[in-house]
């Protein structure tokens, strides 16, 4: 535990030192879960069981925060660096990309720069320093939420529990879910705003015309009109007037209200 106790007050800032926390740590932890779960099966002194469940807090919550850094270093990486890599060691694309900067901080943004012509790929790079591609998602998940882990953490600490990356993951979903969804409404709300705008345009020109026949100019377009067109415009004139007092009794609800801006 004595490495896994240091990097809890002090994470390395060093993707290959940074991986070895990560995957030593997530073993680290499971076998701490077990042990709990194997005191509260046992019945064992309270004490004890209250020791293994802080460490297992403490150590969480290292993970938590080293998984977002290495979340960090991923975002870093670019997804192809050209050319067929040369014959290699297994570790030598994350010896590349480490290169002479040993203690490059993570939020240095040139650590990208040290990239040798022997990298392929940033698959290539998180399958060596022993990751698979959805863990490295997942990191970079953690990476743009940093507010959401803050708040598992928290939230665990309220309430005696262990912070898990399940429950962020969850979290930073709904979130996504809910921006798409905003996304989509205000899309199809600028969709029919603009067609409201055009219906109502219409609507103030053609109420705009009627209130500017005279009575006489009625009188003509009437005696102009054949028998069967009368006919027909008084079925519309009917028609209109059930339209207009609907529209009176919608306008009534917004009477007052300022809908769009003066120019």
Request: glycine share 4%; net charge negative; proline share 2%.
């Amino acid at each position: 535990m004595n490495e896994i106790e240091i990097y809890s007050e002090n994470l390395p800032d060093n993707i290959q030192d940074i991986s070895k926390f990560v995957l030593i740590g997530r073993e680290k932890l499971a076998s701490v879960r077990a042990e709990i779960r194997a005191i509260n099966k046992l019945q064992i002194a309270e004490e004890v069981r209250n020791q293994k469940k802080e460490e297992a807090q403490l150590l969480a919550e290292a993970l938590l925060d080293a998984e977002v850094k290495l979340g960090e270093l991923f975002q870093q990486l670019p997804k192809s660096v050209g050319g067929r890599p040369k014959e290699k060691t297994a570790d030598s694309s994350v010896d590349s990309f480490i290169g002479n900067n040993h203690h490059k901080s993570a939020c240095d943004t040139t650590v990208t720069s040290k990239i040798d012509k022997d990298i392929n790929t940033k698959k290539e790079i998180i399958q060596n320093l022993g990751f698979k591609q959805k863990q490295a998602e997942r990191f970079e998940t953690l990476a743009k939420n940093k507010d959401l882990v803050e708040q598992v953490k928290q939230e665990a600490r309220e309430n005696d529990d262990i912070p898990t990356r399940t429950q962020v993951l969850s979290l930073a979903k709904a979130r996504k879910q809910m921006q798409e969804q905003k996304e989509e409404e205000y899309k199809e709300f600028c969709a029919n705003s603009e067609k409201g705008k055009k219906l109502f345009n219409q609507l103030v020109d053609s109420l705009g015309f009627i209130k500017r026949l005279k009575s006489e100019d009625i009188e003509l377009s009437m005696i102009l009109l054949d028998t069967h067109l009368s006919k027909d415009i008084i079925e519309d004139i009917e028609e209109v007037q059930i339209k207009l007092t609907l529209l009176k009794q919608e306008a009534q609800k917004y009477k007052g209200v300022k809908l769009w801006q003066d120019k």
